[in-house]
């Protein structure tokens, strides 16, 4: 049974770069069709998908967060990384990894994928 893990800091300053990692087990991140997917949820508002990173290393991001975010992967540790460059207080929110068979929004991930238990995030000086 394949499960997520993610890690990082809970406090980052405003302006700095958010780093996440999320550690799979039980299942392998090159595992063909697969897309390893950051999600996040800021508080009272709804799942926002962030990117996703293909079994291949193929990297998809939102268009709205694009110019500020990388995913990249590491297939010797099994672990994909969120980085989120110049944070502001607007990015705090709890943030998940999670796998899916498809790239579909978080609703749909969030039913037939896999997710991680989440951490939360807060961007404050």
């Known amino acids: 049974q394949v499960q997520l893990q993610e890690s990082g800091p809970g406090l980052v300053k405003p302006s700095q770069t958010l780093s996440l990692t999320c550690t799979v087990s039980g299942g392998s991140i090159t595992t063909v069709y697969y897309y390893w997917n950051w999600i996040r949820q800021p508080p009272g508002k709804e799942l926002e998908w962030m990117g996703a990173?293909?079994?291949?290393?193929?990297?998809y991001y939102s268009p709205y967060l694009k110019r500020r975010t990388s995913i990249s992967r590491d297939k010797s540790k099994n672990q994909f990384t969120l980085q989120l460059n110049s944070v502001t207080p607007e990015d705090t929110a709890g943030y998940y990894c999670a796998g899916a068979s498809a790239l579909k929004t978080p609703s749909w991930v969030r039913e037939y994928g896999t997710w991680g238990q989440g951490t939360q995030v807060t961007v404050s000086s």
């Open positions: 990173i293909t079994y291949v290393g193929s990297t």
